[in-house]
């Protein structure tokens, strides 16, 4: 299972990594800006999550004993992976969620 889910991670990583880089040219070149910038604030969660599971996959993949699955180390690699992800999650979603502003240091 876990051969199987580090390869549709890896697909799924390279497929939204390719189309983040290319919305970011085509916005940084002012083509179909509004369009790109939609999809680079669609998109960042999904490959965020994508690029966790697939280095957790790949570190777990890379360090278990090759003969029996092991729990505790999925469990080691897990729990990290997603309290970074939730971190992640909260940063994307902070004024939504009525969390405290800080004062900007430069007005612009």
């Not at 990594?17 to 083509?31: D, E, K, P, R």
């Amino acid at each position: 299972m876990t051969h199987y889910l580090h390869k549709v991670t890896g697909i799924l990583f390279f497929l939204l990594g390719i189309s983040l880089f290319v919305a970011y040219l085509l916005m940084h070149n002012g083509i179909y800006a509004s369009q790109t910038a939609w999809w680079i604030q669609r998109a960042d969660l999904s490959f965020a999550l994508t690029t966790l599971i697939y280095g957790g996959t790949g570190l777990y993949l890379s360090i278990h004993p090759k003969d029996k699955p092991s729990r505790a180390l999925a469990l080691t690699i897990g729990i990290p992976v997603a309290a970074f992800f939730v971190f992640l999650f909260i940063l994307n979603f902070w004024e939504v969620l009525g969390l405290p502003q800080g004062e900007m240091l430069i007005n612009l």
